[in-house]
């Protein structure tokens, strides 16, 4: 088979992404593949828009069931995202033979045991690169360059959106909602966006991490998840003068508890030493940072979003199927880095076993004993700190008041809180944000 005829489902910013490297990379890639890659056809939901590329040449439909069913397409891929009908659409594709590459990393957190054995029964492959980190071939890294390794723990900065948000937040002390609408104009943001901000597009990135990394099936609903909507201006400039930014993090670790294995899978804001890896990658960079127990710390880094660099990994994915598309060498790894027989179903660490420092934010009538009565809460949780700031000082209004905690575990942190909230000097408006040292 020395042609490779593709269909892609949607030609939003990523199709057309694809749809460009497909046509302008052509002989680059038939160079590498010794085979050349072939859009036949597309589906849009609007075809007779000017797509600004010259699609002459490519069969145009409304229908995405014209590709998933078509005769002359070996390889289907699916840039329509969500749910549903993205997940149908997938399944037709697989069922009727062809290979899929997909960017939808909702659609693989939430449907991927379902779709891995349809692709595994019909002897066809599916991919999905560019569901995490974008443009960074992350997954390839994890599920063969680190096969080698048990993984001790992912942290990612997976959100091109929320990074872009706090950088300019940050950097420009820009308002957030005008934020959000440049990163939508940028291609960036989800359609919905509340599943950036609000952590959800994180979540499901980080339970396909988890998973490949601990053999495990995905769990996207267990993932504790907390976005950035809450986090002001205030806080990111609080947070600076400790030392720390604020990162959206993706954190996944493996635990034996009592000769059980679980999987902590959590997102949340998170306070990074500046001093840190993860606090230099800003705009819509991503990282993720994944540690083994033979290759100790790796970082990879690049664009988590936009056009360009997600249609980048895309389109490697078509590459290293092509490759095997004609029952060449089968050197394509599993779709989880895992045989699917060696998957296993383990538990979530419940939130309130997870251990973390914290950084709590209180606003308290300014008097004498507040901090102190503070303390003697967390002190009776056996709760120890790092630091106590107190922000401004004012007669009428509450002012804040920062403490940063050692190690504990969130059920403890949230024992002490029930309690300190109740105090007659202490307001309800308490924020509390996790906070990583990686060591630092
Ligand atoms: N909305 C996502 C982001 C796109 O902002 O990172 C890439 O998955």
């Known amino acids: 088979m020395n042609e490779i005829r593709v269909g892609i489902l949607g030609l939003g910013t990523i199709g057309l992404g694809a749809a460009r490297i497909l046509i ?79 960017a939808n990393k909702a659609l693989i957190a939430k449907h991927g045991e379902e779709l891995f054995p349809l692709a595994e029964k019909h002897g066809v492959a599916i991919a999905f690169e560019a569901a995490v980190g974008g443009g ?53 943001a989800e359609a919905d966006p509340s599943f950036d901000v609000e952590g959800i597009d994180t979540a499901h990135k980080l339970s396909i991490l988890a998973s490949m990394s601990f053999g495990s099936k995905i769990n996207f609903d ?88 997600t249609a980048s990994a895309v389109i490697a994915d078509v590459m290293d199927i092509a490759r095997i598309a004609d029952g060449g060498v089968k050197y394509l790894a599993p779709p989880m880095g895992y045989v699917s027989s060696e998957r296993q179903d383990l538990k979530t660490l419940p939130m309130s076993d997870v251990q973390s420092e914290y950084y709590l934010r209180f606003m308290v009538k300014d008097e004498s004993g507040v901090i102190a009565a503070i303390s003697a809460v967390l002190a009776d949780h056996q709760i120890s700190l790092e630091a106590v700031l107190q922000k401004e000082r004012h007669a009428t209004h509450a002012v804040p008041v920062i403490m940063l905690t050692h190690g504990t575990t969130e059920g403890n942190l949230q024992a002490a809180m029930s309690r300190i909230i109740t105090l007659p000097s202490v307001q309800e408006d308490v924020l509390i944000l996790r906070k990583e040292s990686f060591g630092v």
């Open 136 to 188: 960074i071939p992350c997954l390839k890294a994890l599920r063969e360059g680190l096969a080698s390794n048990s993984v001790e723990s992912v942290y990612g900065i997976l959100n091109g959106t929320c990074n872009f948000i706090l950088t300019k937040m940050e950097n420009e002390g820009a308002d957030y909602a005008d934020v959000l609408k440049e990163a939508q104009a940028l291609g960036y």
């Open 222 to 309: 267990d993932v504790f998840t907390e976005g950035i909507s809450k986090i002001s201006a205030a806080d990111i400039s609080a947070v600076a003068e400790l030392g720390y930014r604020i990162k959206l993090l993706g954190i996944a670790k493996p635990h034996t508890i009592d000769g059980e294995k679980k999987v902590e899978m959590r997102v949340h804001p998170t306070l990074v030493p500046l001093s840190a890896q993860l606090a230099q990658v800003s705009d819509s960079y991503n990282a993720v940072m994944i540690s083994g127990d033979f290759v100790e710390h790796t970082v990879y880094t690049g664009r988590g979003a936009g056009e360009r660099p």
């Open 24 to 102: 302008e990379q052509q002989t680059l890639m038939a160079r590498r593949l010794g085979k050349t890659l072939r859009l036949v056809t597309a589906a849009d939901r609007n075809v007779n828009r000017d797509f600004g590329l010259d699609l002459s040449g490519v069969r145009l439909t409304d229908d995405a069931n014209d590709v998933v069913t078509a005769d002359d397409v070996d390889l289907v891929i699916e840039l329509i995202g969500g749910y549903e009908p993205a997940r149908t659409f997938v399944a037709t594709a697989l069922e009727h033979g062809k290979h899929v590459v997909t």
